[in-house]
């Protein structure tokens, strides 16, 4: 069940001398990787081909998920006219696919596509808490408020999941940090995002070109991150794998997250400038 539809967003507020322009084409971007859940819903149907119970959950969350990209695709295409959220979707699968026809998981075992998602999910929670904090404007905020609640309640959805798997399979600490680091890698190299923010971003007659969308991408998205933010991220990646909050892992990785996020920033804005100069 859903705990809000479109209808529950005030888009007569929005404010157009309110939005900030470097956010409008990392939302078209996330507007496309939201709208992409079927894909994933269907590739977890496979992995769990004989558990109906989270076959269902996974069905439910992936009805949120698309709401997600419908709620951003309308917000960007208010603040933008000149976006067609449809038509870009459209580019995107085109382009773009999911690989859906695994039939078991690609992460190793069960439990460790479950801290998978729970990575995905402390990902999408802490950006959209990021970009609701860096919007002055109302609409954008509130459609971030809500989608940050679901991703967090996303979290805690295959986090339930994932102790019944650990039960069975017994993955070790190690093993399911480096399943949780492996994803965190996995988001930085993939893609996805670059190739969902020049489906939503790139001229007609340009081409896909990795280095450059996923600059284009990051040097808008990392700036948005405040060290509380990863902090949080940090604490629930670390319960995931099961290690404490508290603890000097966590604490290290906490530190190396803040760092490896001014260095990338700072690394893809001299990407682009050599690019534009060159
Ligand atoms: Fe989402
Ligand atoms: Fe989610």
């Given at each position: 069940m859903k705990s809000w539809t479109l209808n529950d967003i005030p888009w007569h507020s929005f404010t157009k001398s309110l939005v900030n322009k470097d956010l409008i084409p990392i939302v078209k971007a996330a507007s496309m990787v939201e709208s992409n859940a079927d894909d994933y819903a269907a590739y977890l149907q496979n992995v769990f081909h004989d558990d109906p119970e989270f076959k269902q959950a996974a069905r439910d969350w992936a009805v949120e998920e698309v709401q997600h990209g419908l709620a951003l695709g309308r917000w960007a295409e208010l603040a933008d006219p000149d976006f067609n959220y449809r038509e870009s979707f459209k580019r995107f699968v085109d382009g773009y696919k999911v690989?859906?026809?695994?039939?078991?998981s690609i992460r190793g075992s069960r439990a460790g596509e479950l801290i998978a998602r729970c990575i995905v999910e402390t990902g999408t929670s802490s950006y959209y808490r990021a970009l609701m904090d860096a919007s002055q404007e109302p609409v954008l905020k509130e459609v971030c408020r809500l989608i940050a609640a679901d991703e967090f309640r996303h979290y805690k959805l295959f986090y339930v999941h994932l102790q019944r798997y650990l039960e069975k399979e017994k993955v070790g600490k190690i093993r399911r940090l480096f399943v949780a680091l492996g994803r965190i890698r996995e988001s930085e190299g993939d893609d996805e995002l670059p190739y969902a923010y020049y489906a939503a971003?790139?001229?007609?007659d340009e081409r896909y070109n990795h280095l450059k969308y996923s600059a284009e991408y990051g040097v808008r998205a990392y700036p948005l991150y405040q060290p509380y933010h990863i902090e949080k991220a940090t604490g629930m990646v670390m319960k995931a794998v099961g290690l404490s909050p508290q603890g000097k892992i966590s604490h290290f990785m906490n530190t190396g997250l803040q760092k490896f996020i001014t260095y990338r920033a700072q690394k893809l804005r001299q990407r682009i400038a050599n690019h534009t100069s060159g």
């Open positions: 690989p859906v026809h695994a039939t078991s971003n790139g001229a007609e």
